[in-house]
């Protein structure tokens, strides 16, 4: 009798296990974006490492269609453009379940753990000193954003690699 209840116990467990697994994330766990000020992500001992030539400013929006949060700018001392925005209210399969024609994602190396695609459109030219967006899962139904404008300089690392080092600056002050 007791030997058929712990069976039966183990048969529902494990059938509450795969039911929760399905609807799961493959993310180490959720980072809450509703709070996150952007502009404190970036820390005052990254910014010679990453270039950062004058002090970060707050913007009260995310640039995009149907995008909230907030954003922070930076500018680079070779004079580039780097958005980092916690958004709220989509996460990245807005890109990887696309209904925008012209978008694009491929999944790169994660980021502290945390699955991160990059996103382009038809119209933005495929090279390294292009514009370069990077998201980061962070949590269902929202995303980090590393958006790098057009290289300026021919001294900037490419676009992407720029990228990459703000997501990880700004992942590694979320994550921890």
Not at 9 to 24: D, F, I, N, T
Not at 34 to 49: A, E, H, R, Y
Not at 96 to 112: G, H, K, L, M, Y
Not at 155 to 164: F, K, L, Q, S
């Amino acid at each position: 009798m007791i030997g058929r209840a712990l069976r039966v116990a183990a048969v529902l467990m494990v059938s509450l296990g795969l039911v929760a697994a399905c609807g799961s994330s493959d993310r180490p766990r959720e980072l809450s974006m509703g709070d996150v000020k952007p502009c404190d992500l970036i820390s005052q001992s990254s910014f010679q490492q990453i270039q950062v030539s004058t002090e970060s400013q707050k913007l009260d929006s995310v640039p995009g269609v149907d995008t909230e949060g907030n954003t922070c700018f930076y500018r680079l001392r070779t004079g580039n453009t780097v958005y980092v925005s916690a958004i709220t209210n989509h996460g990245i399969d807005r890109w990887t379940n696309s209904s925008f024609e012209d978008a694009r994602s491929q999944d790169i190396p994660r980021v502290q753990g945390f699955r991160a695609i990059k996103v382009w459109f038809d119209s933005d030219r495929p090279d390294p000193d292009h514009k370069c967006r990077i998201y980061v899962d962070v949590a269902g139904g929202q995303s980090l954003r590393v958006e790098v404008g057009e290289t300026v300089n021919e001294e900037d690392p490419p676009t992407c690699d720029t990228a990459r080092r703000f997501a990880e600056a700004a992942m590694k002050s979320l994550a921890h």
